[in-house]
């Protein structure tokens, strides 16, 4: 086995092969998932909590039926009703689980950092369903395994990410990973949504979409983040969606077998065309929601065989 890391917090410290070999693993669990009896028992007797301080009913609910299908005893914490809100810390909140004695954490957070911390204080597995402005590995992950699935290769592809780089850990953990499997990434935005570190993440920037789609293979359009916006990064949404909205015209000028890929929850007629968005040719986003439960049974099956060696390791 060529995956060895106690948690899953980010695509930055994974190494390609690492990265294959989960991906590998995740099309197992792909054809797993379209059988009538979709139920392994490889995380029988473990426990998965699912820790969501920030709402996502989408990765929340793929974690959840991840768990579930591979036979763990899965536990959902209301965090946004909890004692948190009563002032409760993160080191509190840390022993609190060691007491409970889980194998397998998932946590989401609003702060950058806050999962990586959380890491160092319990004793179990964490995997980061998203933290801050930082990462989101399980997202890019998935969104690699349905590129690879479409394209039949994961390297040396032309692939645009377009919209509200600035605020989304999406974009980061995917520049991250797309650029270890050896692609040429792209963003594309106006300059109030780019990160200002933009220029030292190794990728080309453009402004004017239909020159930054010029030849790719991959369209991957990103949601406008409001909730992380505190001033007016566009003009308005219709002004976005004219020079930044995914739509048959803009994407004409990319490859005529580009894929069009979103992360959800989209804004129609704002980041992307409906009817564009819906095009069983063109877009496959719909195959981005099944990799994301096939991709969290990969994820949470490596980990659990680390603990279970670890465990047996520590026993001699």
């Keep these: 086995m060529t995956y060895r890391a106690r948690h899953l917090l980010g695509i930055e410290p994974l190494h390609p092969v690492e990265i294959t070999t989960l991906l590998d693993l995740a099309d197992t669990y792909v054809d797993l998932n379209r059988q009538a009896v979709k139920h392994s028992d490889v995380l029988a007797g473990l426990t998965q909590i699912n820790m969501f301080f920030e709402a996502s009913t989408r990765t929340q609910a793929s974690f959840e039926l991840a768990g579930k299908r591979l036979g763990a005893d899965v536990m959902n914490m209301a965090m946004q009703a909890s004692s948190i809100k009563k002032g409760e810390t993160l080191i509190d909140t840390a022993l609190t689980l060691n007491a409970m004695h889980p194998d397998l954490l998932v946590v989401r957070h609003p702060n950058s950092g806050a999962v990586d911390l959380?890491?160092?204080k319990v004793n179990c597995a964490v995997l980061?369903?998203?933290d801050g402005r930082h990462e989101h590995p399980t997202q890019?992950?998935?969104d690699a395994l349905t590129i690879r699935r479409a394209k039949g290769r994961l390297h040396r592809l032309n692939v645009a990410i377009c919209g509200d780089i600035a605020h989304s850990r999406v974009a980061r953990s995917n520049i991250l990973l797309l650029g270890k499997m050896e692609n040429r990434v792209r963003l594309i935005?106006?300059?109030?949504?780019?990160?200002?570190?933009v220029r030292e993440?190794?990728?080309e920037v453009f402004e004017d979409m239909r020159e930054g789609l010029t030849g790719c293979d991959v369209v991957m359009m990103l949601r406008l983040?409001?909730?992380?916006?505190?001033?007016?990064?566009?003009?308005?949404?219709?002004?976005?969606?004219?020079?930044?909205?995914?739509?048959p015209e803009k994407l004409a000028y990319a490859k005529d077998d580009a894929i069009v890929m979103h992360p959800g929850p989209m804004n129609r007629g704002v980041e992307i065309d409906g009817i564009l968005a819906d095009d069983i040719n063109r877009s496959v986003i719909q195959e981005q929601v099944e990799m994301g439960v096939a991709v969290r049974m990969a994820a949470m099956d490596l980990l659990a065989r680390n603990l279970r060696a670890a465990a047996t390791d520590g026993a001699a």
């Excluded at 935005?189 to 570190?197: A, H, I, K, N």
């Design 225 to 247: 983040q409001k909730e992380r916006m505190d001033g007016g990064f566009i003009p308005s949404e219709r002004e976005y969606y004219h020079r930044y909205g995914l739509d």
């Design 140 to 142: 890019a992950l998935l």
């Design 128 to 130: 980061n369903a998203g």
């Design 189 to 197: 935005g106006p300059p109030t949504l780019m990160p200002s570190e």
């Design 118 to 120: 959380l890491a160092q």
């Design 201 to 203: 993440l190794g990728v």
